[in-house]
């Protein structure tokens, strides 16, 4: 079993960065792709990067591309979301999220094929 937990959130102006670390525990998530998804009040869950297993290639949803870079460190079996010029339409509550069985060259995008997730950290931008 693996256990995820996030941390870095807060709050924030327009403009201004924050890091968003996940760090992983039961066993190592090298081989997992990875991912951070965000949910705001009376919104569904929705994607927001991913990084995948020995590639580590990225993909991001189109509203934060050029503004927010996911990476890895898997000796420390942690997760990251470096967010840059954050906007109010950036708050949510961002989850981490690993998937154990991955096929090497697929981004996966959909909360349902995560089969672990953190409990999320809050992220408030106001303007």
């Known amino acids: 079993q693996v256990q995820l937990v996030e941390s870095g959130g807060g709050l924030a102006q327009t403009g201004d960065s924050l890091r968003l670390s996940c760090v992983a525990s039961?066993?190592?998530?090298?081989?997992?792709?990875m991912g951070w998804f965000r949910q705001a009040p009376g919104k569904e869950r929705e994607f927001v990067a991913t990084?995948?297993?020995?590639?580590?290639?990225?993909l991001y949803a189109d509203s934060v591309k050029g503004r927010f870079t996911i990476s890895r460190d898997n000796d420390k079996n942690m997760v990251y979301l470096q967010m840059n010029s954050l906007k109010p339409e950036d708050t949510a509550v961002y989850y981490c999220?690993?998937?154990?069985?991955?096929?090497?060259?697929?981004?996966?995008?959909?909360?349902?094929?995560?089969?672990?997730w953190g409990q999320g950290t809050q992220v408030t931008v106001s303007s």
């Open positions: 999220a690993g998937k154990s069985q991955s096929a090497l060259y697929y981004y996966y995008t959909l909360a349902s094929d995560y089969d672990y």
């Open positions: 990084i995948v297993r020995s590639t580590d290639g990225t």
């Open positions: 039961g066993r190592t998530v090298r081989s997992f792709t």
